[in-house]
């Protein structure tokens, strides 16, 4: 689990130190002070210690929104990561977990076709290789932009797994459906139920069904007819994605951008309850970036008989050139106490 994160020279970021994270961390802030970015850099951190699905969710998390929003050159795929544009300035992320550290170093490069790319190097506490530098490439094909990674998982540290939830319900159902199953598998369908029913208690059970000959997610409701998950609103959805991915990420960590999205206040401390329930289950930390004042308080609220499982990190940028963001971090007695002077923590 994570303990702290620092991160250099990474998107909006000169510096940030990011002290005293807990098994669920809320992060909050104004708008366009890096709660995102944030997210990004934990992901980026876990993924300079994972390959293979792990590139796979950095090209479908991360790029895709560029590869939708620009036609990318070669350069400006990995320019929006570095502090400034700078690529001449390394990317570090140091992750204190528990009682080791691994910093994780991106410098930018190219590989012997000429693709644009980073290398990565990874340390430990005494500034020690815990692996030879590997390349992280993006190859350019008819849909965009991929990423492709070079080298093996050779430390146990090295292969734990985490999920970043930026871009919801962009899964196809068919993937969805493969996911629930897996679930079932390992046993945690009854965890997935009871967060869905959260959102709507008439959900009787889910069922795999064939759609056109392809499998999709369809929810019973004692109405004499399945319904399609996609059909149930945002809120489904979302809780679903949430337990899929602390199931999926288990031993790891879970990031969750606007958790709130989608969800009606009145049930977010139920939420809040049932997700630290499989998240302990799971050995899943959460972090999650949120505007919401309800989000915040319906979390307090959930894990306020449990001291050590909870804190809160506000971003702030500095109003003056050059607009350097900072942290201030709450643990459940701080921030009890400024939710009772009505202090606005969002």
């Not at 971090?329 to 009505?342: G, K, P, R, V, W």
Request: charged share 25%; hydrophobic share 40%.
């Amino acid at each position: 689990m994570y303990r702290r994160l620092t991160i250099e020279h990474f998107r909006g970021f000169e510096y940030l130190d990011l002290p005293n994270l807990a098994p669920i961390t809320l992060l909050s802030g104004k708008n366009n002070t890096g709660k995102t970015a944030v997210l990004e850099a934990f992901f980026t951190h876990a993924a300079g210690r994972f390959s293979g699905e792990q590139a796979k969710s950095i090209d479908r998390d991360l790029f895709a929104p560029l590869n939708r929003s620009q036609k990318l050159t070669k350069i400006s795929s990995w320019q929006p990561f570095f502090h400034n544009y700078d690529l001449d300035s390394p990317v570090r992320l140091s992750g204190f977990l528990d009682e080791s550290k691994v910093t994780v170093e991106w410098q930018a490069t190219s590989d012997r076709d000429g693709l644009d790319g980073t290398v990565t190097r990874l340390t430990d506490n005494e500034d020690k290789p815990l692996r030879s530098k590997f390349g992280t490439y993006v190859d350019k094909t008819k849909h965009g932009y991929q990423i492709r990674t070079a080298g093996q998982a050779d430390h146990p540290f090295l292969r734990t797994t985490a999920r970043i939830l930026t871009n919801r319900a962009r899964v196809s159902q068919q993937e969805l459906a493969e996911r629930v199953s897996e679930l079932k598998v390992r046993g945690f369908d009854q965890q997935l139920l009871a967060a869905m029913r959260i959102i709507d208690p008439r959900l009787a059970n889910l069922e795999i069904l064939l759609s056109n000959g392809k499998p999709m997610v369809h929810a019973n409701f004692d109405i004499g007819r399945m319904m399609p998950l996609p059909l149930l609103g945002e809120g489904m959805s979302a809780v679903a994605d949430f337990i899929l991915a602390l199931v999926e990420a288990s031993n790891g960590i879970v990031l969750i951008d606007e958790i709130e999205n989608g969800i009606h206040h009145s049930a977010l401390t139920s939420l809040w309850e049932h997700l630290s329930q499989v998240a302990e289950l799971t050995n899943t930390q959460i972090i999650a970036a949120t505007h919401s004042h309800e989000c915040v308080v319906a979390a307090y609220r959930a894990l306020r008989d449990q001291p050590d499982r909870l804190s809160l990190i506000r971003l702030h940028a500095d109003p003056k050139p050059p607009y350097a963001v900072r942290a201030t971090d709450y643990d459940q007695e701080t921030l009890e106490s400024a939710l009772e002077m009505n202090l606005d923590v969002r």
